[in-house]
């Protein structure tokens, strides 16, 4: 397969995108570059790479400020069944809240 792009808009600091990728990719080890909003991570022949913006606020009210950041994620290399089966990974990793 070849490259694919997933453009999100994520309700994380990059502090709490930072804390929970290991967990969404099965392993700690990749490399960031650019202060750490470029992450790379490879495993055999695929290859990923999340490229995360600026730190943005998005306010509700006064009151309600809420961090978002948007995140690319380039896929390389993945079957078609192993891009699903990674995407579902990092988005339940990612997932806040009861569900």
């Given at each position: 397969?070849?490259?694919?792009?997933?453009?999100?808009?994520?309700?994380?600091?990059?502090?709490?995108?930072?804390?929970?990728?290991?967990?969404?990719?099965?392993?700690?080890?990749?490399?960031?570059?650019?202060?750490?909003?470029?992450?790379?991570?490879?495993?055999?022949?695929?290859?990923?790479?999340?490229?995360?913006?600026d730190q943005k606020i998005r306010s509700i009210?006064?009151?309600?400020?809420?961090?978002?950041?948007?995140?690319?994620?380039?896929?390389?290399?993945?079957?078609?069944?192993?891009?699903?089966?990674?995407?579902?990974?990092?988005?339940?990793?990612?997932?806040k809240g009861g569900g």
């Amino acid at each position: 397969m070849s490259k694919v792009v997933v453009e999100k808009e994520m309700g994380y600091t990059q502090a709490e995108f930072h804390r929970v990728l290991p967990k969404a990719l099965g392993s700690g080890d990749y490399k960031t570059t650019l202060e750490g909003r470029e992450i790379v991570f490879e495993n055999g022949k695929t290859r990923l790479t999340i490229t995360l913006s600026d730190q943005k606020i998005r306010s509700i009210t006064p009151l309600m400020r809420i961090p978002y950041m948007e995140v690319s994620f380039i896929f390389e290399g993945f079957t078609t069944e192993g891009l699903e089966a990674f995407r579902k990974k990092l988005d339940r990793s990612f997932q806040k809240g009861g569900g």
